[in-house]
């Protein structure tokens, strides 16, 4: 009974959201995924002869799910929700990459797989109900419930249960996910880690390493570049390159630097001009190039973590470049992967300019996930 009254209500909230999403669409950001994601344009369903489909929301998501698509030696397809995440699946070889509708065209659009693989917290309803419908596997990849969000689940539990109704299998990253998930109502719950610790990242560019010590500020966010600009001193011997989180802040972030480089007289270049990374500051501002940087990058200060409210950000990239690592304190939503990183510097924001590196020691990945039970589920 729960179903017809779900699509009734995502049905007005589709309807009422209309004049918004139209509005939005005509953002640099959303013009390719909010068209095709809320009036299907140019976005039929997968023509799937008895395939797998895996589901992920962005590019983070996207790269985990690279070791296990390339490992499959048939053709699968991909959905996806943002432009960076159809972006990257589109880059893997035998791919058929989607925006995946809103839920409200799920029903109609959705067609038989053998295997739907759906990543982390995407737990469309419709997405796994019209699928279980025409008689696909389902499989939860990558399951977590953080401790910050267990105490919401366990108020709609009723909800999830509902959902859970219709996942088939659920592969938990570890043993108190596994847990919460059979508490919310999962059926068959495995613990298999974390599937972020399986993929190598690969270089799209490799830059050439600077003679000085490289510092980097990674995925910053408003407002922390500037606490760490007022608190970080550059040596002689050291040079900064800053990475903003989203790339419709570039022109601000420049600005900033070109003030900070003015007023402590060092030189200043923009990766986009200048890739010899031969300046004292460097504004990355091109998408995609943070796997290159962390490649070249000595000590990486994790930004999302030094100001409250974001949670922090994935700590396994900079990690497998073995790069010295400092963060804030803020990384509610990525305590689990930080689990599975050695030598985390965690450093309030006043704490910063107190830091010594020479004490600080490289960070490792400590421990790989497995796919082979995923594998099999895939047969």
């Avoid at 659920?170 to 599937?195: H, M, P, T, W, Y």
Wanted: proline share 4%; aromatic share 12%; net charge positive.
């Amino acid at each position: 009974m729960l179903l017809p009254f779900y699509y009734i209500l995502v049905t007005l909230v589709y309807l009422l959201a209309l004049p918004l999403i139209f509005f939005i669409a005509f953002k640099k950001k959303y013009k390719l995924s909010i068209p095709s994601r809320f009036f299907l344009l140019n976005n039929k369903p997968f023509n799937t002869k008895n395939k797998i489909w895996f589901h992920a929301c962005s590019l983070g998501e996207v790269n985990s799910l690279k070791p296990i698509i390339e490992s499959l030696e048939e053709e699968v397809d991909v959905s996806v929700i943002t432009a960076t995440g159809y972006k990257s699946a589109n880059s893997i070889k035998n791919v058929h990459v989607r925006f995946l509708p809103f839920e409200v065209f799920l029903p109609f659009w959705i067609r038989k797989h053998r295997v739907l693989v759906v990543l982390e917290a995407e737990l469309w309803p419709l997405l796994f109900v019209a699928s279980k419908i025409r008689g696909t596997k389902t499989v939860l990849l990558n399951a977590r419930v953080s401790d910050r969000s267990y105490s919401s689940y366990k108020k709609f539990a009723w909800f999830y249960r509902w959902i859970f109704s219709y996942v088939d299998k659920v592969f938990a990253q570890s043993q108190i996910d596994k847990e919460r998930l059979l508490e919310l109502g999962a059926k068959d719950v495995i613990v298999s880690g974390n599937i972020k610790t399986i993929a190598t990242p690969i270089l799209t560019c490799k830059y050439e390493k600077p003679l000085k010590e490289v510092i980097t500020l990674a995925s910053s966010h408003e407002g922390e570049e500037e606490l760490l600009l007022q608190n970080l001193h550059l040596a002689k011997h050291q040079m900064l390159v800053v990475v903003p989180r989203h790339p419709e802040r570039f022109k601000k972030v420049e600005d900033m630097l070109m003030r900070y480089s003015t007023k402590h007289n060092l030189s200043y270049a923009k990766l986009s001009e200048n890739e010899k990374l031969d300046t004292d500051i460097v504004l990355c501002d091109k998408m995609g190039e943070l796997i290159n940087i962390y490649a070249i990058t000595d000590i990486t200060y994790l930004c999302g973590s030094f100001k409250d409210g974001i949670g922090g950000h994935n700590p396994l990239e900079c990690a497998f470049f073995n790069n010295k690592i400092i963060s804030g304190p803020f990384i509610f939503n990525q305590k689990p992967l930080y689990k599975l990183v050695s030598n985390i510097k965690i450093a309030s924001i006043d704490e910063v300019s107190s830091l010594n590196y020479d004490l600080l020691e490289k960070s490792e990945v400590l421990y790989k996930g497995e796919i082979d039970s995923l594998l099999k589920e895939l047969k």
